[in-house]
């Protein structure tokens, strides 16, 4: 894989032109689809094992319910991120940052450097998944040698080694209408990048 090991801009080939990340993209989209379709499958047994067991039984069949609703919406909820993955491929281009991550209380914590200021980082964190919080030992591979396409000022794909694990890590600012978007210390090529992933920058 060819990466952009520049520290300034983002000179290169953007990263959905780079072999491998098309088809990496395309087996996380199946992967995710056969969560959300295998959620929807067990819901769909679960509803029916409530209605013909005894009334006794109804009350802990509600909490799978509920439990299985929940990591539906979520499986949906990650396939929508793949939208915005396939964005900021579009726009960025593959780089290389070892050391890049760390877990804290529970979340991972991917620390990057400042596209256009190297000597300043950037934080973005990833979120605990249901019931299992990250460690060190599960974030491995991405500290070893990080993989990421994007601004960390907006928004990240990051992959281990072989283009695996992909995962979306975006600003609050960036899309989130409740908070301010960023102003201050963008180039307008930064900003035009910016809007091309659909994130919002202040004028």
Same mark, same amino acid.
């Given at each position: 894989?060819?990466?952009?090991?520049?520290?300034?801009?983002?000179?290169?080939?953007?990263?959905?032109? =780079?072999?491998?990340?098309?088809?990496?993209?395309?087996?996380?989209?199946?992967?995710?689809?056969?969560?959300?379709?295998?959620?929807?499958?067990?819901?769909? =047994?679960?509803?029916?094992?409530?209605?013909?067991?005894?009334?006794?039984?109804?009350?802990?069949?509600?909490?799978? $319910?509920?439990?299985?609703?929940?990591?539906?919406?979520?499986?949906?909820?990650?396939?929508?991120?793949?939208?915005?993955?396939?964005?900021?491929?579009?726009?960025?281009?593959?780089?290389?940052?070892?050391?890049?991550?760390?877990?804290?209380?529970?979340?991972?914590?991917?620390?990057?450097?400042?596209?256009?200021?190297?000597?300043? =980082?950037?934080?973005?964190?990833?979120?605990?998944?249901?019931?299992?919080?990250?460690?060190?030992?599960?974030?491995?591979?991405?500290?070893?040698?990080?993989?990421?396409?994007?601004?960390?000022?907006?928004?990240?794909?990051?992959?281990?080694?072989?283009?695996?694990? $992909?995962?979306? $890590?975006?600003?609050?600012?960036?899309?989130?209408?409740? =908070?301010?978007?960023?102003?201050?210390? $963008?180039?307008?090529?930064?900003?035009?990048?910016?809007?091309?992933?659909?994130?919002?920058?202040?004028?």
């Amino acid at each position: 894989m060819t990466t952009n090991l520049d520290k300034q801009g983002f000179d290169g080939p953007v990263a959905w032109d =780079t072999p491998g990340t098309r088809s990496a993209l395309r087996r996380w989209t199946v992967g995710n689809l056969a969560k959300f379709l295998l959620w929807m499958a067990l819901w769909w =047994t679960a509803l029916y094992a409530t209605v013909v067991l005894p009334v006794a039984a109804v009350v802990p069949m509600v909490l799978v $319910l509920l439990v299985l609703t929940v990591l539906e919406v979520r499986a949906l909820g990650r396939l929508a991120r793949g939208m915005r993955m396939r964005r900021v491929l579009a726009v960025y281009p593959w780089r290389q940052q070892p050391g890049a991550v760390r877990v804290d209380k529970g979340k991972a914590v991917f620390v990057l450097p400042d596209p256009y200021q190297p000597e300043r =980082t950037v934080s973005l964190k990833l979120a605990d998944v249901l019931f299992r919080p990250w460690t060190h030992e599960a974030l491995k591979d991405y500290d070893a040698e990080l993989w990421y396409a994007g601004d960390p000022r907006f928004a990240c794909v990051v992959a281990k080694p072989g283009l695996r694990g $992909l995962e979306c $890590l975006t600003q609050p600012t960036a899309y989130d209408p409740r =908070t301010d978007p960023r102003r201050k210390g $963008l180039s307008p090529e930064a900003r035009r990048r910016a809007r091309a992933i659909g994130a919002r920058v202040a004028d």
